[in-house]
């Protein structure tokens, strides 16, 4: 599957007509200000205001927040705008000016898009003030991630195939014959991966027995093991992305891509994926270990786990 990036780093922004409503909610947004250090910036020591937890845009509600941030880009000279605030047109054009000049703190281009989310607001105030998720919630997730980094280079033999000794194990463990035909085995891997892990933690495996990427979001929809995470939701509360939650992405005409989140680290996901490639396309060669994927790419959204 494409990523549909340009390869710049997106904030993103909820979908119109998009609402925070289905599946159950996990987690709280961090309120700005949680943070009372300074961190280090490129641009030199900066207090450490934490990321309010969704995106801040034009007619944003916070007054502190957009104070917050209008104060920054005031001493990083991309403005002078007024400290009042109101997110308006002018301090968008202020937005688009600092993502346009300087990075994300990993150093990949920013989108200039006129929006604060987690990967501008890092950059602004340090990478500390993001939320990172790298611990796992619970044993369950935290052993399927540690099988699926034991997978990473798992390879189709021969390439192209679908097959291979492992990915006949992979299909064979939902039901599939893989000399029966060719099958798509990206959510084959995830399954197979907490397989694995509930096998070593003797209790059965919560994941759905399928290797269908949308079947898979569907039945996880009326599953009591299974918490879906919208996009919308995901957008607005990059902490309810939990490392060991499968990202659901739909390409349309019923194809897909899924793969297992291992960590949420600067605004970017740390991902292992069956059936990709290096950059991260739908039905690929191998299981690969990726950190190119953000939270507003997953068009459809997450499933996790851990409370199962």
Same mark, same amino acid.
């Given at each position: ?100 000049? #300087?990075?994300?703190?990993? $150093?990949?281009? %920013?989108?200039?898009? *006129?929006? @604060?989310?987690?990967?501008?607001? =890092?950059? /602004? ?121 499968? #990202?659901?992405?739909?390409? $349309?005409?019923? %194809?897909?891509?899924? *793969?297992? @989140?291992?960590?949420?680290?600067? =605004?970017? /996901? ?39």
């Amino acid at each position: 599957m494409t990523t549909g990036a340009t390869g710049l780093a997106q904030d993103g922004e909820l979908e119109e007509g998009e609402e925070l409503q289905e599946g159950e909610e996990l987690g709280a947004q961090t309120k700005p200000g949680a943070l009372a250090s300074r961190e280090s910036t490129a641009f030199g020591p900066v207090e450490a205001v934490a990321f309010p937890g969704q995106i801040v845009k034009v007619g944003s509600p916070d007054a502190e927040v957009v104070r917050h941030i209008q104060r920054r880009l005031n001493a990083l000279g991309c403005g002078p705008i007024p400290e009042d605030g109101v997110f308006d047109k002018q301090m968008q054009s202020a937005v688009k000016l600092f993502q346009a000049r #300087f990075p994300d703190v990993t $150093g990949a281009p %920013l989108e200039a898009d *006129g929006r @604060v989310g987690s990967l501008t607001w =890092g950059a /602004l105030f340090g990478a500390a003030t993001v939320p990172s998720q790298a611990t796992a919630p619970s044993p369950l997730a935290e052993a399927a991630i540690a099988f699926a980094l034991t997978q990473v280079g798992v390879m189709e033999d021969p390439l192209g195939s679908n097959r291979g000794p492992e990915v006949d194990r992979y299909l064979k463990a939902v039901g599939l014959n893989p000399a029966a035909g060719s099958f798509a085995w990206c959510v084959a891997f995830t399954h197979f991966c907490y397989q694995a892990a509930a096998e070593q933690l003797g209790r059965a495996n919560p994941h759905i027995r399928t290797a269908g990427v949308l079947d898979h979001w569907n039945k996880a929809g009326s599953s009591a093991n299974a918490v879906r995470v919208t996009k919308a939701k995901a957008i607005a509360d990059p902490g309810l992305v939990q490392p060991g939650s499968l #990202f659901i992405i739909d390409l $349309g005409q019923g %194809l897909g891509h899924s *793969g297992m @989140v291992i960590e949420v680290a600067d =605004g970017r /996901l740390v991902t292992v994926e069956g059936n990709t490639n290096d950059n991260g396309s739908r039905n690929g060669i191998g299981v690969f270990k990726r950190n190119a994927r953000k939270i507003a790419q997953i068009n459809k959204g997450f499933i996790d786990y851990s409370r199962a």
